[in-house]
């Protein structure tokens, strides 16, 4: 059972990695703390985190399907960002990258969901 603690810890983990992962897509490259790792790794990385970060702190609302549609968003939304930036630029390769991150996420939790007997997201907060 998920005590209200444990949301509001998951919740305030997830609005860090939202903003982390907002000035890490928008800084110039030459600050890219992880230069040596590929790009669509850390975006794959990046929004299975917050999929995960935002489908567990708020377990039922909204549904699975709005959050994940809302980070795709959300990713679609930095892309726009990138292209107005010197260095960076549009790119649908990451938004792939998202995607695939989310749908990652979310087949795991549907597995995992079925492993747990169902039990695994009961209680709201």
Known sequence: MRTRLICNCLRVAFLTALVATTVLSLMP?????????????????????????????????PT????????????????????????????LLDLAADAAGIATYAGAAVIIHSFAGGNAKTQSH
């Open 29 to 61: 490259n030459a600050y890219d703390p992880t230069p040596h790792l590929w790009d669509k790794i850390k975006h794959f990385a990046a929004f299975f985190l917050l999929a995960a970060l935002f489908d567990q702190g708020w377990p039922k609302q």
């Open 64 to 91: 699975p399907m709005s959050k994940f549609l809302l980070l795709a968003l959300y990713g679609l939304l930095v892309e726009c960002l990138q292209a107005f930036t010197p260095d960076r630029h549009f790119s």
